[in-house]
């Protein structure tokens, strides 16, 4: 949610169409964080404990408020776009089920690189979802606002989006590339067991 505010304040010019538009993503941030933890601490009880869920690859059913899904992209880009990024979406491969903590996973790495997109950016980004056999594999590419190469921040969300990607075995790299700044994070879709 800070992010996202953050990216508000740093884009000059906004009308306030897009102030609230912003306002609206915070928001929906912050209602899903809480049903992700609400997630997390299922996920985390013992079996048998009141309310919990079957476990992870017993096919058991979210509740119904709980999760952001990469399928919900177009949502979020949607959204992203209309705070004023200029997004371009391609997907690669066959969209098929994917396990709970990849699918959350991907979505918070996609809503993370394009608010920084958006935050540092000149304007525009490219998301490109590919699904392969084994992982699917999510790169936003955008140029850099000129004079953003130096903007500074926590650096918070590259290690959050690592981190994800670290926890379900998969690859991350965030850089210049090609005169863009790239995030690509590699998943794996193949659960063991």
């Not at 996920?43 to 899904?69: K, N, W």
């Not at 590259?158 to 700044?181: K, N, V």
């Amino acid at each position: 949610m800070a992010i996202h505010a953050t990216a508000v304040l740093s884009v000059p010019g906004l009308d306030r169409g897009q102030v609230e538009s912003a306002l609206r993503v915070i928001r929906e941030s912050s209602v899903q964080g809480l049903a992700e933890m609400r997630q997390m601490i299922e996920l985390l009880r013992e079996p048998g404990a009141g309310g919990a869920r079957a476990p992870a690859g017993d096919g058991g059913a979210l509740p119904e408020a709980a999760t952001a899904r990469l399928a919900e992209a177009d949502r979020l880009v949607e959204r992203i776009r209309a705070a004023g990024l200029a997004v371009r979406v391609r997907t690669d491969g066959t969209p098929g089920p994917l396990p709970v903590g990849v699918d959350l996973a991907a979505y918070r790495i996609v809503q993370e690189s394009l608010t920084n997109a958006l935050k540092h950016g000149a304007g525009e980004a490219e998301l490109t979802i590919a699904y392969r056999p084994t992982e699917v594999v999510l790169t936003v590419e955008n140029p850099v606002r000129q004079g953003g190469a130096g903007l500074t921040g926590a650096g918070a969300g590259l290690i959050g989006m690592r981190e994800r990607a670290t926890l379900l075995a998969g690859r991350f790299s965030a850089g210049q590339h090609d005169g863009r700044w790239q995030v690509r994070a590699a998943l794996p879709t193949l659960e063991d067991g």
